[in-house]
Protein backbone atom coordinates (compact mmCIF):
# COMPACT_ATOMS: atom_id res chain seq x y z
CA UNK A 1 0.00 0.00 0.00
CA UNK A 2 3.02 2.67 0.88
CA UNK A 3 3.76 2.14 -2.86
CA UNK A 4 0.43 2.94 -4.28
CA UNK A 5 0.45 5.90 -1.75
CA UNK A 6 3.60 7.28 -3.09
CA UNK A 7 2.04 7.00 -5.89
CA UNK A 8 -0.87 8.92 -5.55
CA UNK A 9 1.05 11.54 -3.83
CA UNK A 10 4.36 12.17 -4.70
CA UNK A 11 7.30 13.28 -2.37
CA UNK A 12 7.51 17.71 -1.91
CA UNK A 13 10.37 18.00 -4.91
CA UNK A 14 9.29 15.10 -7.28
CA UNK A 15 7.70 16.85 -9.45
CA UNK A 16 10.36 19.37 -10.01
CA UNK A 17 12.65 16.43 -10.76
CA UNK A 18 10.26 14.50 -12.90
CA UNK A 19 10.11 18.10 -14.99
CA UNK A 20 14.30 18.02 -15.07
CA UNK A 21 14.34 14.85 -16.07
CA UNK A 22 11.65 15.91 -19.29
CA UNK A 23 14.00 19.10 -20.00
CA UNK A 24 17.33 16.64 -20.44
CA UNK A 25 15.64 14.05 -22.28
CA UNK A 26 14.77 16.99 -25.01
CA UNK A 27 18.72 18.86 -24.06
CA UNK A 28 20.96 16.16 -23.91
CA UNK A 29 20.65 14.93 -27.80
CA UNK A 30 21.76 18.49 -28.55
CA UNK A 31 24.42 18.82 -26.28
CA UNK A 32 25.98 14.94 -27.11
CA UNK A 33 25.23 16.43 -31.35
CA UNK A 34 27.16 19.17 -30.40
CA UNK A 35 30.06 17.06 -29.21
CA UNK A 36 29.65 15.32 -31.79
CA UNK A 37 30.16 17.49 -34.31
CA UNK A 38 33.04 19.21 -33.19
CA UNK A 39 34.89 15.88 -32.93
CA UNK A 40 34.11 15.25 -36.79
CA UNK A 41 34.38 18.44 -37.71
CA UNK A 42 38.01 18.87 -35.79
CA UNK A 43 39.24 15.07 -37.62
CA UNK A 44 38.53 16.65 -41.13
CA UNK A 45 38.91 20.03 -40.62
CA UNK A 46 43.05 20.19 -40.39
CA UNK A 47 43.36 18.30 -44.23
CA UNK A 48 43.25 20.88 -46.14
CA UNK A 49 44.98 23.44 -44.03
CA UNK A 50 47.97 20.71 -43.88
CA UNK A 51 50.18 23.09 -46.30
CA UNK A 52 49.43 26.30 -44.66
CA UNK A 53 50.44 25.21 -41.64
CA UNK A 54 53.11 23.40 -42.65
CA UNK A 55 55.01 26.75 -43.84
CA UNK A 56 54.30 28.22 -40.70
CA UNK A 57 55.60 25.45 -38.38
CA UNK A 58 58.76 25.01 -40.81
CA UNK A 59 57.76 21.44 -41.73
CA UNK A 60 56.89 19.60 -45.01
CA UNK A 61 52.95 18.79 -45.25
CA UNK A 62 53.99 15.57 -45.65
CA UNK A 63 55.53 15.36 -42.48
CA UNK A 64 52.70 17.82 -40.92
CA UNK A 65 50.21 14.53 -41.61
CA UNK A 66 51.34 13.05 -38.35
CA UNK A 67 49.27 15.76 -36.76
CA UNK A 68 46.28 13.52 -38.10
CA UNK A 69 47.61 9.94 -37.72
CA UNK A 70 48.23 10.94 -34.16
CA UNK A 71 44.89 11.94 -33.82
CA UNK A 72 43.20 8.77 -35.59
CA UNK A 73 45.67 6.51 -33.35
CA UNK A 74 45.13 7.81 -29.90
CA UNK A 75 41.49 7.80 -30.68
CA UNK A 76 41.41 4.42 -31.95
CA UNK A 77 43.68 3.29 -29.07
CA UNK A 78 40.86 4.86 -25.87
CA UNK A 79 37.72 4.00 -27.39
CA UNK A 80 37.77 0.34 -26.36
CA UNK A 81 37.88 1.32 -22.86
CA UNK A 82 35.15 4.44 -22.87
CA UNK A 83 32.17 2.12 -21.55
CA UNK A 84 34.56 0.75 -18.93
CA UNK A 85 35.84 4.24 -17.68
CA UNK A 86 31.68 5.52 -17.92
CA UNK A 87 30.34 2.88 -16.00
CA UNK A 88 34.02 2.76 -13.52
CA UNK A 89 33.18 6.80 -13.00
CA UNK A 90 29.58 7.57 -13.86
CA UNK A 91 28.99 8.57 -17.74
CA UNK A 92 28.40 12.33 -16.47
CA UNK A 93 31.40 12.74 -15.29
CA UNK A 94 33.57 11.54 -17.74
CA UNK A 95 31.33 13.37 -20.25
CA UNK A 96 32.22 16.45 -19.00
CA UNK A 97 35.84 15.98 -18.62
CA UNK A 98 36.11 14.74 -22.17
CA UNK A 99 34.43 18.09 -23.49
CA UNK A 100 36.94 20.06 -21.08
CA UNK A 101 39.69 18.05 -22.29
CA UNK A 102 39.17 18.06 -25.79
CA UNK A 103 38.54 22.32 -25.51
CA UNK A 104 41.97 22.29 -23.70
CA UNK A 105 43.85 20.09 -25.99
CA UNK A 106 42.35 22.30 -28.98
CA UNK A 107 43.83 25.57 -27.04
CA UNK A 108 47.40 24.10 -27.27
CA UNK A 109 47.04 22.69 -31.16
CA UNK A 110 46.41 26.39 -31.57
CA UNK A 111 49.69 27.59 -29.34
CA UNK A 112 51.53 25.29 -30.98
CA UNK A 113 54.77 26.02 -32.15
CA UNK A 114 56.31 23.07 -33.56
CA UNK A 115 55.26 20.15 -35.14
CA UNK A 116 56.37 17.77 -32.00
CA UNK A 117 53.67 20.13 -29.74
CA UNK A 118 50.93 19.81 -32.00
CA UNK A 119 51.42 16.58 -32.43
CA UNK A 120 51.00 16.14 -28.41
CA UNK A 121 47.96 18.37 -28.64
CA UNK A 122 46.55 15.73 -31.37
CA UNK A 123 46.95 12.98 -29.14
CA UNK A 124 45.49 13.93 -25.96
CA UNK A 125 42.36 15.50 -28.60
CA UNK A 126 42.17 12.30 -29.71
CA UNK A 127 41.90 10.78 -26.53
CA UNK A 128 39.06 12.72 -25.39
CA UNK A 129 37.44 12.50 -28.47
CA UNK A 130 37.50 8.77 -28.12
CA UNK A 131 35.53 9.10 -24.57
CA UNK A 132 33.27 12.09 -25.76
CA UNK A 133 31.13 10.45 -28.31
CA UNK A 134 30.56 6.96 -27.17
CA UNK A 135 30.02 8.47 -23.12
CA UNK A 136 27.87 10.95 -24.78
CA UNK A 137 25.87 8.21 -26.37
CA UNK A 138 25.63 6.12 -23.52
CA UNK A 139 24.20 9.33 -21.73
CA UNK A 140 21.71 9.80 -24.31
CA UNK A 141 20.86 6.37 -23.90
CA UNK A 142 20.07 6.49 -19.97
CA UNK A 143 18.18 9.92 -20.10
CA UNK A 144 16.25 9.49 -22.70
CA UNK A 145 12.93 7.18 -23.05
CA UNK A 146 12.88 4.85 -25.70
CA UNK A 147 9.39 6.73 -27.34
CA UNK A 148 11.76 9.46 -28.14
CA UNK A 149 14.95 7.64 -28.77
CA UNK A 150 14.43 8.49 -32.76
CA UNK A 151 13.87 11.68 -32.53
CA UNK A 152 17.00 12.31 -30.23
CA UNK A 153 19.33 10.02 -32.54
CA UNK A 154 18.20 12.14 -35.38
CA UNK A 155 19.95 15.02 -33.24
CA UNK A 156 22.87 12.94 -32.92
CA UNK A 157 23.03 12.10 -36.32
CA UNK A 158 23.07 14.81 -38.19
CA UNK A 159 26.43 16.41 -37.01
CA UNK A 160 28.24 12.55 -37.36
CA UNK A 161 27.01 13.23 -41.35
CA UNK A 162 27.54 17.59 -41.08
CA UNK A 163 30.91 17.03 -39.89
CA UNK A 164 32.95 15.55 -42.35
CA UNK A 165 31.51 17.45 -45.23
CA UNK A 166 31.90 20.73 -43.49
CA UNK A 167 35.18 20.60 -42.34
CA UNK A 168 37.41 20.70 -45.46
CA UNK A 169 35.24 23.63 -46.80
CA UNK A 170 35.75 25.20 -43.10
CA UNK A 171 39.28 24.54 -43.32
CA UNK A 172 39.97 26.07 -46.91
CA UNK A 173 37.85 29.62 -45.98
CA UNK A 174 39.84 29.63 -42.35
CA UNK A 175 43.04 29.50 -43.82
CA UNK A 176 42.03 32.17 -46.97
CA UNK A 177 40.81 34.47 -44.95
CA UNK A 178 42.10 34.28 -41.77
CA UNK A 179 44.98 31.90 -39.51
CA UNK A 180 45.80 28.40 -38.91
CA UNK A 181 44.87 28.52 -35.13
CA UNK A 182 41.25 29.62 -35.57
CA UNK A 183 40.58 25.83 -36.96
CA UNK A 184 41.31 24.98 -32.89
CA UNK A 185 39.97 27.93 -31.53
CA UNK A 186 36.67 27.98 -32.55
CA UNK A 187 36.01 24.66 -30.22
CA UNK A 188 36.35 26.95 -27.58
CA UNK A 189 32.98 28.41 -27.05
CA UNK A 190 31.29 25.27 -28.03
CA UNK A 191 33.23 22.80 -25.69
CA UNK A 192 32.87 25.99 -22.85
CA UNK A 193 28.99 25.73 -23.62
CA UNK A 194 28.82 22.07 -23.34
CA UNK A 195 30.33 21.93 -19.99
CA UNK A 196 27.85 24.79 -18.73
CA UNK A 197 24.70 22.50 -20.56
CA UNK A 198 26.36 19.41 -19.31
CA UNK A 199 25.95 20.79 -15.80
CA UNK A 200 22.98 21.92 -15.86
CA UNK A 201 20.46 19.44 -17.52
CA UNK A 202 22.19 16.73 -16.93
CA UNK A 203 21.23 15.04 -13.55
CA UNK A 204 24.62 13.10 -12.00
CA UNK A 205 24.69 9.56 -12.11
CA UNK A 206 26.85 7.23 -10.20
CA UNK A 207 28.89 4.10 -11.24
CA UNK A 208 27.53 1.26 -12.45
CA UNK A 209 28.08 -1.81 -11.14
CA UNK A 210 31.80 -2.53 -10.89
CA UNK A 211 33.80 -4.49 -13.63
CA UNK A 212 37.40 -6.02 -13.40
CA UNK A 213 39.87 -3.87 -16.02
CA UNK A 214 40.63 -6.67 -19.00
CA UNK A 215 44.00 -5.24 -19.67
CA UNK A 216 44.71 -8.35 -21.91
CA UNK A 217 41.51 -7.16 -23.84
CA UNK A 218 41.97 -3.33 -23.95
CA UNK A 219 45.66 -3.98 -25.50
CA UNK A 220 44.01 -6.39 -28.26
CA UNK A 221 41.43 -4.21 -29.14
CA UNK A 222 43.37 -1.12 -29.29
CA UNK A 223 45.97 -2.54 -31.22
CA UNK A 224 43.65 -4.21 -33.61
CA UNK A 225 41.41 -1.04 -34.30
CA UNK A 226 44.88 1.32 -34.44
CA UNK A 227 46.31 -1.11 -36.60
CA UNK A 228 43.27 -1.29 -39.09
CA UNK A 229 42.72 2.58 -39.37
CA UNK A 230 46.27 3.27 -39.98
CA UNK A 231 46.57 0.62 -42.68
CA UNK A 232 43.27 2.14 -44.24
CA UNK A 233 44.29 5.38 -43.96
CA UNK A 234 47.99 4.94 -45.32
CA UNK A 235 45.97 3.69 -48.32
CA UNK A 236 43.78 6.50 -48.89
CA UNK A 237 47.21 8.67 -48.81
CA UNK A 238 49.01 5.98 -50.86
CA UNK A 239 52.06 7.42 -48.78
CA UNK A 240 53.76 3.72 -47.52
CA UNK A 241 54.76 0.64 -49.52
CA UNK A 242 52.57 -1.77 -50.02
CA UNK A 243 54.19 -4.41 -47.91
CA UNK A 244 53.74 -2.06 -44.63
CA UNK A 245 49.89 -1.60 -45.32
CA UNK A 246 49.61 -5.41 -45.56
CA UNK A 247 51.86 -5.76 -42.39
CA UNK A 248 49.47 -3.25 -40.57
CA UNK A 249 46.26 -5.35 -42.02
CA UNK A 250 47.93 -8.26 -40.18
CA UNK A 251 48.46 -7.41 -37.14
CA UNK A 252 44.84 -6.20 -36.54
CA UNK A 253 43.41 -9.21 -38.05
CA UNK A 254 45.45 -11.00 -36.05
CA UNK A 255 44.90 -9.20 -32.82
CA UNK A 256 41.51 -8.91 -33.54
CA UNK A 257 40.63 -12.97 -34.43
CA UNK A 258 42.99 -13.34 -30.74
CA UNK A 259 40.64 -10.96 -28.79
CA UNK A 260 37.28 -12.94 -29.87
CA UNK A 261 38.98 -16.06 -28.35
CA UNK A 262 40.35 -14.38 -25.41
CA UNK A 263 36.18 -12.47 -24.92
CA UNK A 264 34.66 -16.01 -25.24
CA UNK A 265 37.27 -17.73 -22.21
CA UNK A 266 37.26 -14.12 -20.05
CA UNK A 267 34.09 -13.46 -17.73
CA UNK A 268 34.55 -9.58 -17.38
CA UNK A 269 35.86 -9.23 -21.11
CA UNK A 270 36.12 -5.58 -21.71
CA UNK A 271 33.35 -6.24 -24.89
CA UNK A 272 31.21 -9.33 -24.25
CA UNK A 273 30.31 -11.12 -27.03
CA UNK A 274 27.36 -11.95 -26.84
CA UNK A 275 25.75 -8.30 -27.08
CA UNK A 276 26.23 -9.08 -31.16
CA UNK A 277 23.95 -12.11 -30.76
CA UNK A 278 21.20 -9.38 -29.71
CA UNK A 279 19.48 -9.19 -34.06
CA UNK A 280 18.92 -5.93 -34.08
CA UNK A 281 22.03 -4.47 -32.29
CA UNK A 282 23.98 -7.58 -34.95
CA UNK A 283 22.01 -5.93 -38.20
CA UNK A 284 22.52 -2.36 -37.24
CA UNK A 285 26.20 -2.33 -36.52
CA UNK A 286 27.08 -5.27 -39.22
CA UNK A 287 24.83 -4.71 -41.65
CA UNK A 288 25.31 -1.09 -40.95
CA UNK A 289 28.67 -0.55 -41.61
CA UNK A 290 28.44 -1.51 -45.34
CA UNK A 291 26.56 1.21 -45.13
CA UNK A 292 28.46 3.58 -43.21
CA UNK A 293 31.31 2.85 -45.86
CA UNK A 294 29.98 6.10 -47.77
CA UNK A 295 30.40 8.32 -44.70
CA UNK A 296 34.17 8.09 -45.05
CA UNK A 297 33.99 7.63 -49.00
CA UNK A 298 31.81 10.32 -49.74
CA UNK A 299 33.55 13.49 -49.05
CA UNK A 300 36.93 12.32 -50.32
CA UNK A 301 35.17 11.33 -53.88
CA UNK A 302 33.21 14.10 -54.05
CA UNK A 303 36.21 16.67 -53.27
CA UNK A 304 38.16 14.71 -55.53
CA UNK A 305 35.56 15.11 -58.73
CA UNK A 306 35.19 18.40 -57.74
CA UNK A 307 38.20 20.31 -57.34
CA UNK A 308 40.25 17.67 -59.72
CA UNK A 309 38.02 16.53 -62.38
CA UNK A 310 35.95 19.59 -62.66
CA UNK A 311 38.66 22.28 -61.60
CA UNK A 312 36.35 23.82 -58.59
CA UNK A 313 37.57 25.82 -56.10
CA UNK A 314 37.34 23.96 -52.46
CA UNK A 315 34.93 26.89 -51.51
CA UNK A 316 32.71 26.47 -54.89
CA UNK A 317 33.11 22.37 -53.75
CA UNK A 318 32.23 23.26 -50.37
CA UNK A 319 29.38 24.77 -51.53
CA UNK A 320 27.69 22.64 -53.55
CA UNK A 321 28.71 19.35 -50.71
CA UNK A 322 26.88 21.47 -48.53
CA UNK A 323 23.53 20.37 -50.28
CA UNK A 324 23.74 16.81 -48.45
CA UNK A 325 24.61 18.36 -45.58
CA UNK A 326 21.21 20.12 -46.24
CA UNK A 327 18.95 17.32 -47.01
CA UNK A 328 20.61 15.54 -43.77
CA UNK A 329 18.93 18.97 -41.87
CA UNK A 330 15.64 18.20 -43.38
CA UNK A 331 15.22 14.80 -42.53
CA UNK A 332 15.54 15.07 -38.71
CA UNK A 333 12.19 15.94 -38.41
CA UNK A 334 10.88 13.43 -40.70
CA UNK A 335 12.24 10.36 -39.48
CA UNK A 336 10.01 9.31 -36.52
CA UNK A 337 6.87 9.68 -38.47
CA UNK A 338 8.16 7.50 -41.52
CA UNK A 339 9.65 5.10 -39.11
CA UNK A 340 5.86 4.56 -37.38
CA UNK A 341 4.46 4.50 -40.67
CA UNK A 342 6.87 1.68 -42.39
CA UNK A 343 8.36 0.16 -39.35
CA UNK A 344 11.89 0.04 -39.03
CA UNK A 345 12.49 -3.34 -41.44
CA UNK A 346 10.65 -1.83 -44.09
CA UNK A 347 12.22 1.41 -44.10
CA UNK A 348 16.24 -0.16 -43.18
CA UNK A 349 15.50 -2.50 -46.15
CA UNK A 350 14.17 -0.21 -48.69
CA UNK A 351 16.11 3.02 -47.78
CA UNK A 352 19.38 1.25 -47.89
CA UNK A 353 18.36 0.55 -51.81
CA UNK A 354 17.69 4.32 -52.07
CA UNK A 355 20.25 6.03 -50.27
CA UNK A 356 22.35 3.70 -52.34
CA UNK A 357 20.85 4.15 -55.58
CA UNK A 358 21.88 8.11 -54.80
CA UNK A 359 25.32 6.97 -54.31
CA UNK A 360 25.53 5.33 -57.49
CA UNK A 361 23.69 8.74 -59.57
CA UNK A 362 27.04 10.36 -58.46
CA UNK A 363 28.89 8.36 -60.93
CA UNK A 364 27.12 10.04 -64.16
CA UNK A 365 28.04 13.28 -62.73
CA UNK A 366 30.51 15.33 -65.56
CA UNK A 367 31.79 18.91 -66.30
CA UNK A 368 28.27 19.50 -68.52
CA UNK A 369 26.18 18.55 -65.81
CA UNK A 370 23.99 21.44 -64.67
CA UNK A 371 24.56 22.91 -61.15
CA UNK A 372 20.82 22.64 -60.30
CA UNK A 373 20.85 18.75 -60.80
CA UNK A 374 24.07 18.34 -58.90
CA UNK A 375 22.55 20.16 -55.74
CA UNK A 376 19.12 18.16 -56.20
CA UNK A 377 20.57 14.75 -55.97
CA UNK A 378 22.68 16.01 -53.54
CA UNK A 379 19.95 16.77 -51.60
CA UNK A 380 17.61 13.88 -51.90
CA UNK A 381 20.73 11.59 -50.72
CA UNK A 382 21.42 13.56 -48.40
CA UNK A 383 18.07 13.14 -46.84
CA UNK A 384 18.53 9.47 -47.50
CA UNK A 385 21.61 8.66 -46.34
CA UNK A 386 21.10 10.85 -43.30
CA UNK A 387 17.17 8.64 -42.29
CA UNK A 388 19.14 5.24 -42.60
CA UNK A 389 22.23 6.84 -40.34
CA UNK A 390 19.55 7.43 -38.04
CA UNK A 391 17.20 4.42 -38.39
CA UNK A 392 20.34 2.32 -37.85
CA UNK A 393 21.59 4.53 -34.58
CA UNK A 394 18.39 3.97 -33.18
CA UNK A 395 17.51 0.16 -33.87
CA UNK A 396 21.08 -0.42 -32.38
CA UNK A 397 19.62 -0.08 -28.78
CA UNK A 398 16.27 -1.05 -29.03
CA UNK A 399 17.14 -4.57 -27.00
CA UNK A 400 19.87 -3.89 -25.71
CA UNK A 401 19.64 -4.28 -21.23
CA UNK A 402 20.95 -1.80 -19.33
CA UNK A 403 23.53 -3.29 -17.75
CA UNK A 404 25.08 -3.77 -21.44
CA UNK A 405 24.39 0.26 -22.48
CA UNK A 406 27.90 1.17 -22.25
CA UNK A 407 29.62 -1.90 -24.25
CA UNK A 408 26.99 -1.84 -26.33
CA UNK A 409 28.30 1.56 -27.19
CA UNK A 410 31.59 1.36 -26.87
CA UNK A 411 31.60 -1.77 -29.67
CA UNK A 412 29.06 0.59 -32.26
CA UNK A 413 31.90 3.19 -31.90
CA UNK A 414 34.47 1.21 -32.79
CA UNK A 415 32.60 -0.25 -35.98
CA UNK A 416 31.46 3.56 -36.95
CA UNK A 417 35.00 4.54 -36.50
CA UNK A 418 36.59 1.91 -38.90
CA UNK A 419 34.14 2.04 -41.56
CA UNK A 420 34.94 5.87 -41.55
CA UNK A 421 38.53 4.44 -42.70
CA UNK A 422 37.57 1.85 -44.49
CA UNK A 423 35.22 3.89 -46.68
CA UNK A 424 37.99 6.40 -47.05
CA UNK A 425 40.61 3.78 -48.08
CA UNK A 426 38.67 1.94 -50.19
CA UNK A 427 37.70 4.96 -52.18
CA UNK A 428 41.03 6.08 -52.42
CA UNK A 429 41.88 1.93 -53.95
CA UNK A 430 39.26 2.08 -56.25
CA UNK A 431 40.15 5.92 -58.10
CA UNK A 432 43.78 4.24 -57.80
CA UNK A 433 42.53 1.15 -59.43
CA UNK A 434 40.59 3.14 -62.27
CA UNK A 435 43.91 5.23 -63.21
CA UNK A 436 45.70 2.19 -64.10
CA UNK A 437 42.89 0.60 -66.19
CA UNK A 438 42.25 4.14 -67.67
CA UNK A 439 46.21 3.99 -68.13
CA UNK A 440 46.02 8.11 -66.96
CA UNK A 441 47.69 10.38 -64.26
CA UNK A 442 44.92 12.43 -64.60
CA UNK A 443 41.99 12.11 -62.28
CA UNK A 444 38.50 13.43 -63.52
CA UNK A 445 35.27 11.51 -63.67
CA UNK A 446 35.88 8.37 -65.47
CA UNK A 447 38.28 7.60 -62.92
CA UNK A 448 36.07 8.61 -59.71
CA UNK A 449 32.48 7.27 -60.94
CA UNK A 450 33.48 3.11 -60.48
CA UNK A 451 33.97 4.28 -56.59
CA UNK A 452 30.75 5.53 -56.99
CA UNK A 453 29.14 2.72 -58.16
CA UNK A 454 31.17 0.40 -55.90
CA UNK A 455 30.49 2.01 -52.71
CA UNK A 456 26.97 2.14 -53.77
CA UNK A 457 26.79 -1.90 -54.42
CA UNK A 458 28.20 -1.86 -50.84
CA UNK A 459 25.56 -0.19 -49.60
CA UNK A 460 22.84 -1.68 -51.14
CA UNK A 461 23.94 -5.34 -50.09
CA UNK A 462 23.41 -4.17 -46.45
CA UNK A 463 19.67 -4.24 -47.13
CA UNK A 464 20.73 -8.75 -46.87
CA UNK A 465 21.21 -7.83 -43.29
CA UNK A 466 17.90 -6.94 -42.50
CA UNK A 467 15.49 -8.84 -44.38
CA UNK A 468 16.25 -11.30 -41.33
CA UNK A 469 14.90 -8.59 -38.63
CA UNK A 470 11.52 -9.60 -38.04
CA UNK A 471 8.53 -7.12 -39.06
CA UNK A 472 7.72 -5.80 -35.29
CA UNK A 473 11.62 -4.68 -34.73
CA UNK A 474 11.62 -1.59 -33.17
CA UNK A 475 8.27 -1.23 -32.65
CA UNK A 476 8.88 -0.06 -28.78
CA UNK A 477 10.55 2.91 -30.59
CA UNK A 478 7.41 4.37 -32.27
CA UNK A 479 4.03 4.37 -30.06
CA UNK A 480 1.54 3.49 -31.24
CA UNK A 481 3.18 1.69 -34.14
CA UNK A 482 1.83 -1.83 -32.80
CA UNK A 483 -1.05 -0.74 -32.72
CA UNK A 484 -1.33 0.96 -36.55
CA UNK A 485 0.34 -2.77 -37.77
Known amino acids: MATVNEERAPYPGAQAQGER ?14 ALFMQMLDSTVIATALPTMARDLGETPVRLNLAITSYMLSAAIFIPVSGWVADRFGPRGVFRAAIALFTVSSVLCA ?3 SLMELVGARILQGAAGAMMVPVGRILLLRTVPKAELVQAMAYVTVPALLGPLLGPPIGGAIVTYGTWP ?3 LMNLPIGVAGIVLVSIFIARTGPAERRPFDLPGFVLLAVALA ?3 FAFDAVARSDLPVAVDLAFFGIGALCTLVYVRHARRTEHALIALDIVA ?3 FAASTLGGSLFRLSLGATPFLLALLFQVGFGLSPLHSGLLIFASALGALVMKPCAPPILKRFGFRNVLIWNAVIGSTGMAVYALF ?3 TPYALILAVLLATGFFRSLQMTSLNALAFADIAPDAMSRASTLSSMMMQLSLSVGAGLAAVLVHLAQQLNDTAQVGSGEVAPAFLAIGALGAISALFFLRLPPDVGDALSPGRQQAG
Open 111 to 113: LSH
Open 182 to 184: WIF
Open 278 to 280: VPS
Open 21 to 34: RDRSSKVVPFIVGC
Open 366 to 368: GPD
Open 227 to 229: ALM
